[in-house]
C-alpha cells in the first residue's frame, strides 16, 4: 500500500498530488513537465514536500504535521532511471553486489542468483557497463535495484531511450517482476503504451496537479474530461480480452461486450486480458449500426457528456455496453447533424488499422 498526500514548491514549479493503492504497479502519466520525476523524487526522499504525507506499507516517510521525515538511506526505496546509472569502473557483478552489500542482512529477502537468472544477466556479470546494449545496461540497473531488497522501486522513464524490440522485451521483465517479487513499483512514463499494459493504477499529472486516478481506463477518462488538450493527445483505454485468431487474414479478434475489436496480427495467448488504447481522433460515430463498410469495430454504447471546445471541434464522451468509456473528436458540425445528446445511442467505429498491436507482444 502507497499513500501520497504531498505538496511542493521548487522555484516556479508547484506540486499538488494525492493518490492511495495498493496495486502492483503505478503508474504515474502525463507529458513532460508535469511533475512525474518531482512526485517520485518526493517518494524517495530525494526532495522534501513543503508538507503532507508519505506512507508505504503502513510505515510513515514523511509527516510535516508530525515532523517525520525518513532519511533517504532507511526509506529502503530502490530507484531506476532511464540512464541506468551504473557505475563505469564497476563489472557487471559489482554492481550488482553494491546495493546488496549496503542492505543490512536480516532486510535481505530477494536471493541473488534468482534475480540473475529472472533476468538473464549470467552472460554479463564479468563485463563493464561501457560493453552493454541499452536493453541490457536496464536489465542490469533491474538487478542492481532488486538485489538492494527494496520496500518499494521507483522506475523513472526506464524504456525511454530503447527501441521498440528492446522495450517489448524489458515490459515483459518488469511484469514478471511485478508478479514474482510482489514489490510495489511506481513506473514514471509520458507513454500511455507503456502505462496501459503494465500499471494497475494511473495517476494522471499535468502541469503539477493530478487530473485523474484510478484504474487505467478510469484515470484516462477523467483526464479526458478535464483537460482541454490537442485533440490529438486524448486517448481512450478499452479493456478486453484476447479471443481468436484468423491465420488466413492474420487478424486477432478481442472481445469486449460492447462488440469485437479486431487487431492486425497474432495477439495471444486466448483469453489473456489486454487494454487497446484508441485514440480520439480514430473514432467516428454513427446513430444506427452502419453496413456494408471496411470497418469492422463497431461498439455500441451511448452519449454519457458532450463537451464543445472552441472553434470546430466537440469531445464525445460514450459509455460503452457493458462497461468502459470510450472518447471520440467529432466536429460540433457533425454532433448537430448527428442530433447527438446525452443519452443517445450511438455506434462507435474504430479501423483495425488505427489500433498498434505491438505493446500487446512479448519478448
Known amino acids: ?22 496495486a502492483g504497479l503505478v503508474g504515474l502519466f502525463g507529458p513532460s513537465g508535469s511533475g512525474k520525476t518531482t512526485l517520485i523524487h518526493l517518494i524517495a526522499g530525494l ?30 526505496v530502490g530507484l531506476v532511471h532511464q540512464d541506468s546509472l551504473l557505475f563505469p569502473h564497476l563489472s557487471v557483478r559489482q554492481n550488482l553486489l ?17 534475480v540473475i537468472e529472472t533476468l538473464g544477466i549470467a552472460a554479463l556479470l564479468d563485463r563493464r557497463p561501457g ?39 524489458i515490459m515483459s521483465l518488469i511484469e514478471h517482476l511485478r508478479d514474482e517479487y510482489r514489490i510495489p513499483i511506481v513506473y514514471v512514463s509520458h507513454a500511455i503504451e507503456e502505462v496501459s499494459r503494465l500499471a494497475n493504477y494511473v495517476v494522471v499529472l499535468r502541469a503539477g496537479k493530478v487530473l485523474g486516478a484510478g484504474p487505467p481506463s478510469d ?7 478535464a483537460m482541454h488538450a490537442d485533440r490529438f493527445e486524448i486517448v481512450s483505454l478499452v479493456e478486453c480480452q484476447v479471443g481468436g485468431f484468423d491465420p488466413e487474414f492474420e487478424i486477432t479478434t478481442l472481445r469486449h461486450p460492447a462488440g469485437p475489436i479486431f487487431v492486425g496480427g ?13 485514440g480520439a481522433t480514430d473514432v467516428a460515430l454513427a446513430t444506427s449500426r452502419p453496413t456494408e463498410l471496411s470497418i469492422r469495430t463497431i461498439l455500441s454504447g451511448e452519449v454519457a457528456a458532450i463537451r464543445s471546445e472552441t472553434g470546430a471541434l466537440s469531445l464525445v464522451d460514450i459509455a460503452l455496453q457493458g462497461g468502459g468509456r470510450l472518447s471520440a473528436s467529432l466536429t460540433r458540425l457533425a454532433v448537430s447533424d448527428l442530433e447527438l445528446a446525452p443519452g443517445a445511442r450511438v455506434y462507435a467505429l474504430i479501423k483495425a488499422v488505427a489500433i498498434d498491436e505491438r505493446p500487446f507482444h512479448s519478448r
Not at 500500500?1 to 495498493?22: C, H, P, W, Y
Not at 497474432?266 to 484508441?278: A, D, K, L, N, Y
Open 1 to 22: 500500500m502507497i499513500f501520497v498526500e504531498i505538496e511542493a514548491n521548487r522555484g516556479t514549479f508547484s506540486l499538488k498530488a494525492q493518490f492511495e493503492s495498493d
Open 47 to 76: 526532495v522534501r514536500p513543503t508538507r503532507g504525507r508519505i506512507r508505504v506499507d503502513g510505515e510513515t516517510l514523511f509527516d510535516s504535521a508530525r515532523n517525520v521525515d525518513v532519511p533517504l538511506r532507511r526509506r529502503r
Open 98 to 114: 553494491f546495493g546488496h552489500f549496503f542492505t543490512p542482512k536480516p532486510e535481505r529477502r530477494i536471493p541473488h542468483q534468482s
Open 131 to 169: 560493453t552493454l546494449s541499452g536493453g541490457e545496461r536496464q536489465r542490469v540497473a533491474l538487478a542492481r535495484a532488486l538485489l538492494a531488497s527494496p520496500r518499494l522501486l521507483l522506475m523513472d522513464e526506464p524504456l525511454a531511450s530503447l527501441d521498440l524490440d528492446r522495450k517489448l522485451e
Open 219 to 225: 484515470a484516462l477518462s477523467q483526464m479526458n474530461r
Open 266 to 278: 497474432r495477439v495471444g495467448p486466448e483469453g489473456r486480458s489486454v487494454r487497446v488504447v484508441i
